[in-house]
């Protein structure tokens, strides 16, 4: 069956984290490259990202110290490209409910896990999303830059599974086989045509 629907999701698939974890180091009164260099050694072991800020001693700032979302430059226009060509286009990853507002207006459907109450990589994360678009899996593709929280469940539910290389996860992980895989947002519309 053709894909009908192309969901993503948001953190460093639509959303360049940057900002966000500077803005992070900054609260936390930590230099940024210590911070980023301790989550990328979170991320190579496997472990949460929030390891990072524990081997720090360091208490999570509070959220509006992560709220500086900038969509990546090929995020827009790939959504407009896929929406021109009559796909369903959605927005739904591990995020709190005010991060939903960066894609309002650019996608279809927009949920969070804090909406939803699931965090992904759970399988009712992807239960629920095929329920939100009413279609089977198989005619949903989820693209992500994480295999474990996004490719491989995504292939687990039924769906086409796309890995985006980008952000720390992204150049770290390697897809299964079965999962498509592209360098740039760019790319996607071609390769589900």
Known sequence: ????????????TLVDESRNWEHVADACGVPRFTLMALV?????RGQHHGTALEALGADPPPPQAWFHDEL??????????????????????N?????E???????????????????KPSPAFFERLVAELSLPPEKIA???????NDVAPALAAGMTAVHIRRGPWGYLHEPPAG????????????ILA
Do not use: T
């Open 1 to 12: 069956m053709a894909v009908e629907a192309v969901v993503f999701d948001v953190g460093e």
């Open 40 to 44: 990328g050694a979170a991320v190579a």
């Open 72 to 93: 990546y430059p090929d995020a827009e226009p790939c959504l407009r490209r896929l929406k021109a060509a009559g796909y369903v286009v959605g927005a739904v990853g």
């Open 95 to 99: 995020m709190a409910i005010d991060h």
């Open 101 to 119: 507002s960066i894609v309002h207006g650019l996608v279809d459907l927009v949920a969070s896990s804090e909406r939803w109450g699931i965090e």
């Open 142 to 148: 989820y693209v992500g830059d994480r295999v474990d």
């Open 179 to 190: 999962a498509l895989r592209i360098n740039s947002l760019d790319e996607l519309p071609g």
